[in-house]
């Protein structure tokens, strides 16, 4: 496996995944935006908004190269001068607060003496559903196998908003900085890619087509808007994705697609005891 390769599965993955999510709305189509990173390399920013069943979807591709700055071999950690780094990027806010947020995220980063494999995908709900974070685990622990319990704790300690003492959601799992070695090489960790991506759409698009119809009120909507403003919090203050791709120099307007098109931020908000909006918290606090 090369760099080659996985541009290759990023870029198809991108084609198959926008097309099920078009189908899945039935109404609204990706828009395409091609752009160039001055630095080297650039990206295809797929966005879908206002749809009947999601209010924004973005399905980004990114092939980047260029200088490693000193703030980004602080975050990276590394030695190197140089790096190429190409992923996929998801992010699905539907407009329905019975269906949840989901994201994920599948990357490969090479400088002249290193290289390494990141990804993963999770889940936010609005609405607690046991039976639906059990098909969106289930469908990654069959892709990840004997990494599963290692990358799902990953998941849980990494998506948190520390600040609040919060989780972002209920899971799923991450992965990062995984370098092939002699027992676990390239192949075998391009291939594991290849299986999470996978397991994100048998996961989640089930999830979504089953609760998109569900009945719900300006009060779903209110929750639904709180929760998205502690997800963006999350992404502004501790993703590590969002914040390689500003120290980078990568396009601003790409990287913040993960945004959601509507929130609140509501002073001390505290949702009644014995309801379902307490029932998440709950969760999320535990």
Avoid at 248 to 257: A, K, N
Wanted: charged share 25%; with cysteine.
């Amino acid at each position: 496996m090369d760099r080659t390769d996985f541009i290759s599965f990023i870029h198809e993955y991108q084609n198959r995944l926008c097309t099920l999510l078009e189908a899945e709305d039935g109404s609204a189509k990706f828009k395409e935006d091609r752009w160039e990173r001055t630095e080297g390399g650039g990206g295809i920013t797929r966005i879908l908004q206002d749809g009947k069943v999601i209010e924004k979807a973005g399905v980004n591709t990114s092939v980047v190269h260029g200088p490693i700055t000193p703030a980004l071999a602080q975050q990276l950690q590394t030695s190197g001068k140089e790096f190429f780094a190409c992923g996929v990027s998801i992010v699905i806010h539907p407009l329905n607060p019975m269906v949840p947020t989901a994201h994920a995220n599948f990357r490969y980063f090479e400088t002249e003496n290193d290289r390494w494999f990141g990804g993963g995908g999770d889940l936010t709900p609005y609405y607690f559903f046991e039976e639906d974070k059990a098909l969106f685990h289930g469908a990654f622990q069959n892709a990840s196998g004997l990494h599963h319990q290692e990358f799902k704790k990953n998941c849980d300690e990494y998506f948190v908003n520390k600040h609040r003492g919060e989780r972002r959601g209920v899971g799923g799992i991450f992965y990062d900085y995984i370098r092939p070695n002699e027992t676990l090489d390239a192949d075998y960790w391009f291939a594991f890619t290849k299986a999470n991506a996978e397991a994100f759409i048998n996961g989640y698009l089930p999830i979504v087509h089953r609760r998109k119809s569900e009945l719900y009120t300006d009060r779903h909507i209110r929750w639904q808007e709180i929760r998205r403003g502690r997800y963006v919090e999350f992404n502004l203050i501790h993703d590590r994705g969002t914040l390689f791709g500003l120290r980078s120099g990568g396009r601003t307007e790409s990287i913040l697609m993960s945004l959601p098109p509507r929130v609140r931020f509501e002073y001390d908000d505290k949702p009644e005891a014995g309801t379902p909006e307490a029932a998440l918290l709950q969760i999320l606090r535990t």
